[in-house]
């Protein structure tokens, strides 16, 4: 199997806190791995060591076979598309800038640009018009596909997805969702996606990740979560969830 | 994006470009001698007397009136921003030379030597501290001098507060006469006079050159005990003078007793009272008393304007236009690295905490007198408000956008020219908003340290007690802080971002 991320034995502490505890992680290649556990558990900090905006305690982070380093951080990103809750979109800039900042600033030419928008448009469905818009324009939809086509570009080997649903009501929520799997699935790329949300999370994969105080504390599909939890922390936290969402039905998911 | 990279460096060249061809265009020093004066109108009578007089023995000669006080006068010598400039011996003694042994004459000349200055004969009247009556008191009573006093008890006298205070005042006065008088108090001098006139009071302290006195018709009661220190009014100048200029050492002492009491009040009167210019004053003395040809050098209002608004552009652009430059990547090198933006910021605060006036002061010995001092201490208080609104701009920023910017693979250099400054800069325009409005008001006191600009005309204005005149320096002074603002409020329209300027729906 293809890695696209490797993470071994990596530790990441703020003060006495360890939000990241000597922990090893594979993130396969070409589908979704999803990052879960309860505010804390170090998921937003696991993915923000992938690529390098923080740099580990102990450890190292490979990503397609090389080490993340200070040094080569900034040329790495540019193969892994980032996308965070609030969208993260620069304020000063239209969609259209936003989105093609990295073409121009790698000096792609305009048509090459261009072509990459309209092809990006199309895949998330953003109307054209609206990329000469500011984010402050936008409805909150709008912008996290404008952030999803910025983080799609450069054509990335990855995508890192914290939250990117979290910001948004939940009809917005649900539509994007659909979509968004829609989308990964066509790319076939690898995606990292963290989430509170266990059902967010079953939707877009089966490789589910539960953390706990910086650590692994279950890896598996959302079935064996369900069926074979290994503690106690995984059976409470799988009920809590259900408790929120079961009333919902969310996602048709079978016996909820 | 370019053009936000592009835009501040093109207005900062234009910032910078305008002072310095302005500066080339200035007229060249061509003056053999550089003769000073101090804000007060007897200086400044004195220092157009001595550049007539020079100028008559084919001198070129440039004079900088209305310096601020003795200590700028002083070191503007010492350092050879200024070749001469008038003083009095009781100023030498008790202040400039204080703990050197100068009662004498030649004491005090070999005092001034060791520093390398040199010092005329005695112009021929002494500035020092009188007491007042008018003149019919004095007939009726048969007074004379100041013993006099002592046989009338219940004079009432007024005095100035400083005059009740100083060491050499009235307390040392009485002891020195045994003066009996229990009517003693203190009041304002303008008023004094008016009550003199009025026989309210029936003698006051008066500088012995006062034009008052004359005015008023007032006698001076003479001071038989010798109690105030002797004022004489002299002429210092460099010893290199000799040398350099010569002859111009020789046409000085020409002047040497040549004014006397009498004549000084005269035409300190003929300024402050009829309205005359020191300049017309200083040369019907010349032509009158030394024979020498002198033309009064007034300018007009719109030359005087012309001028004043030339001095004060030059040292706001240039010291603003600096201040930009430096105090901007200050900011950001604050807004980078906490423990060394801690240190940066407490630097630039205290700078602002000292007097403005005192920081021009401490520039002379550096830097001499003139636009130089006064521009770097307007560079100086320039910094603050940029650093800080710099540095609160771009911390100010949501750490989403920073840590997306290094997420989608801008390098931070990238980050901060693309992302971070544009996003800042709403914040730094308004610091270098406020600078500017503090630079051209502050700019004002550099008339104190011979840098012209806007702040001569009310120097004088002040002095002479003309408000006209000081309107002509203090409403172009506000014109330009709002003509200055309204330039930045521009260049904010074209360097802030468009997108900051919507309103988010949410």
């Given at each position: 199997m293809h890695l696209m991320f490797h993470l071994s034995d990596i530790s990441k502490s703020y003060g006495p806190l360890f939000a990241v505890a000597h922990t090893t992680l594979d993130i396969p290649a070409g589908r979704t791995t999803a990052l879960i556990g309860p505010s804390g558990c170090g998921k937003s900090t696991l993915l923000r060591l992938m690529n390098g905006l923080i740099a580990p305690d102990t450890g190292s982070v490979t990503f397609d076979g090389e080490a993340v380093t200070a040094a080569n951080a900034s040329s790495l990103r540019r193969r892994m598309g980032y996308v965070i809750q609030q969208g993260?979109?620069?304020?000063?800039?239209?969609a259209r800038q936003n989105i093609s900042v990295m073409a121009r600033h790698t000096g792609w030419t305009a048509a090459d640009t261009e072509s990459r928008l309209q092809v990006l448009a199309d895949l998330t469905r953003f109307p054209l018009d609206a990329l000469a818009r500011y984010p402050a324009e936008l409805s909150g939809g709008q912008r996290q596909r404008v952030s999803l086509m910025r983080a799609l570009m450069l054509d990335p080997d990855a995508l890192l997805l914290d939250e990117p649903l979290g910001a948004l009501d939940p009809m917005v929520r649900f539509d994007l969702q659909t979509e968004l799997a829609d989308i990964f699935k066509t790319l076939g790329k690898t995606v990292v996606l963290v989430t509170h949300d266990l059902f967010e999370a079953a939707h877009f994969a089966s490789d589910i990740v539960l953390l706990r105080d910086g650590a692994v504390e279950q890896r598996a599909s959302m079935d064996v979560l369900l069926s074979a939890p290994a503690s106690t922390f995984v059976k409470k936290f799988v009920g809590a969830q259900r408790g929120l969402n079961g009333a919902r039905g969310l996602n048709g998911e079978p016996g909820l | 994006m370019k053009y936000l990279s592009r835009l501040p460096a093109l207005l900062l060249t234009v910032l910078l470009a305008v002072p310095f061809t302005a500066m080339h265009t200035l007229p060249a020093a061509a003056q053999d001698i550089t003769v000073g004066s101090k804000k007060f109108t007897e200086s400044v009578i004195l220092g157009e007397i001595i550049k007539f007089t020079m100028t008559g023995n084919d001198i070129e000669t440039a004079h900088r009136r209305d310096l601020g006080g003795t200590r700028i006068l002083w070191s503007a010598l010492l350092k050879g921003d200024i070749d001469i400039y008038p003083e009095y011996t009781g100023t030498l003694r008790q202040e400039l030379l204080k703990g050197t042994d100068t009662h004498t004459l030649p004491l005090l000349r070999a005092a001034l030597a060791k520093q390398g200055i040199r010092m005329s004969a005695p112009l021929g009247f002494n500035n020092t501290y009188a007491i007042g009556v008018t003149k019919e008191t004095a007939a009726r009573y048969g007074l004379?001098?100041?013993?006099?006093?002592?046989?009338?008890?219940d004079f009432s006298l007024g005095f100035s507060n400083e005059f009740l205070d100083r060491g050499d005042g009235w307390p040392a006065l009485r002891t020195t006469y045994r003066l009996p008088q229990q009517n003693v108090r203190g009041l304002d001098h303008d008023l004094a006079y008016r009550g003199l006139e009025s026989g309210a009071i029936d003698g006051i302290d008066v500088y012995t050159t006062d034009a008052e006195i004359a005015y008023y018709d007032l006698f001076l009661l003479q001071d038989d005990r010798n109690h105030f220190p002797v004022y004489d009014a002299v002429i210092l100048y460099r010893a290199d003078l000799a040398e350099r200029v010569p002859g111009a050492a020789a046409t000085l002492t020409r002047l040497e007793g040549t004014i006397d009491a009498a004549r000084m009040s005269a035409m300190n009167g003929a300024v402050k009272l009829d309205k005359k210019s020191e300049s017309t004053v200083a040369a019907a003395f010349v032509t009158d008393r030394l024979k020498i040809a002198a033309t009064p050098s007034d300018s007009g209002f719109v030359a005087r304007l012309w001028k004043s608004t030339r001095d004060h552009l030059v040292l706001v652009i240039i010291s603003l236009g600096a201040a930009i430059l430096f105090a901007v990547p200050l900011g950001i090198l604050a807004a980078r690295h906490d423990r060394v933006g801690q240190c940066i910021l407490a630097v630039v605060g205290i700078i602002q905490t000292i007097p403005s006036l005192a920081l021009f002061v401490f520039m002379i010995p550096l830097l001499g007198i003139g636009g130089p001092p006064a521009i770097v201490a307007l560079f100086l208080y320039s910094l603050l408000p940029i650093v800080r609104n710099t540095h609160a701009g771009l911390r100010g920023i949501d750490s989403g956008i920073v840590e997306s910017a290094a997420a989608i693979g801008l390098e931070p250099g990238a980050s901060l020219r693309i992302v971070e400054l544009p996003l800042a800069m709403r914040s730094i325009m308004a610091g270098i908003k406020t600078s500017a409005v503090i630079n051209v008001g502050t700019a004002t006191l550099g008339a104190l340290i011979g840098a012209g600009g806007y702040g001569q005309p009310i120097l004088t204005g002040i002095r002479l007690d003309d408000t006209a005149l000081i309107l002509e320096g203090a409403i172009p002074a506000a014109v330009l802080a709002l003509a200055v603002q309204g330039v930045f409020e521009l260049a904010e329209r074209a360097v802030v971002p468009r997108g900051l300027r919507l309103k988010s729906n949410g």
């Open positions: 993260g979109l620069f304020p000063h800039m239209t | 004379a001098t100041i013993s006099d006093l002592r046989r009338h008890a």
